[in-house]
């Protein structure tokens, strides 16, 4: 949990973004794969979301890992599920999601989260993850 109040509540702001803007278009990529217009659509609007993303982690914390420092809390866990499933739709669909430029300190905060024992022995692999995830494949 982060240590302050203040640091509580951006934790829910910052979740509440992410859930708003960048979960349900996750499945949405899924969903129009067979659009290949729309899935770019989508990709690129969520590309965008990333981008804002990425700058609530910079302006939150310039210098740790994590969202609030150096320490792996209830904001990086709530979030990074999501994150990881971001990565595996676009791998799916062969869209790019490897070293887009402006999401740096996302994807240091994405790889320490990954690092993390009790996080990454928890992860199914990606293909098992992928038998779930065909079936909102339209």
Request: glycine letters at 4%; proline letters at 4%; charged letters at 20%.
């Amino acid at each position: 949990m982060p240590s302050t109040p203040f640091d509580q509540h951006k934790a829910n702001i910052l979740a509440g973004f992410y859930d708003s803007n960048l979960i349900t278009p996750t499945y949405k990529l899924l969903a129009t794969s067979c659009n290949r217009s729309e899935t770019n659509e989508i990709y690129s609007a969520t590309i965008e979301k990333l981008h804002e993303f990425n700058e609530i982690l910079v302006s939150s914390n310039l210098n740790g890992l994590y969202i609030f420092g150096d320490h792996f809390t209830t904001a990086d866990i709530a979030i990074i599920p999501f994150a990881d499933r971001i990565d595996l739709v676009c791998k799916m669909l062969g869209l790019k999601f490897d070293n887009i430029p402006g999401l740096e300190r996302y994807y240091i905060w994405k790889d320490a989260c990954f690092k993390i024992p009790a996080y990454s022995s928890t992860v199914a692999s990606y293909e098992e993850l992928t038998v779930g995830y065909r079936k909102y494949i339209k």
